[in-house]
């Protein structure tokens, strides 16, 4: 079992910037795939971010490439998201997402391959 917790959400203005972290407690995670998903009120869960955890190679969604950063800390068992230039369009619930870690790059953007999923945080940007 996996337990996956995020931090870190908040209110900001636009422009500004915001860390979220997941802590990840449970099995071993150098086999898992990680993933950062948000949604909005009234629609779907869409993909943000996923890291590999044992390569660290990562892929970002194309609305917030260049904006958005993905990683993570294998001794301290944490994935991260850092936020910057936001704007109001990213205001959301982020949830952490943690699943199989030999997948192509394709089903990483895809919130069915993941297994465990945390409570999620709210992101709140403000015009």
């Known amino acids: 079992q996996v337990q996956l917790v995020e931090s870190g959400g908040g209110s900001v203005q636009a422009g500004g910037s915001l860390r979220l972290s997941c802590a990840a407690s449970g099995r071993t995670f150098s086999a898992y795939t990680m993933g950062w998903f948000r949604q909005a009120p009234g629609k779907e869960r869409d993909f943000v971010a996923a890291i590999n955890w044992s390569f660290g190679d990562t892929n970002v969604a194309d609305s917030v490439k260049g904006r958005f950063t993905i990683s993570r800390d294998n001794a301290k068992k944490a994935v991260f998201l850092q936020m910057n230039s936001l704007k109001p369009e990213d205001t959301a619930v982020y949830y952490c997402?943690?699943?199989?870690?030999?997948?192509?790059?394709?089903?990483?953007?895809?919130?069915?391959?993941?297994?465990?999923w945390g409570q999620g945080t709210q992101v709140t940007v403000s015009s």
């Open positions: 997402a943690a699943g199989p870690g030999m997948i192509t790059w394709y089903e990483r953007t895809q919130e069915m391959k993941y297994v465990y």
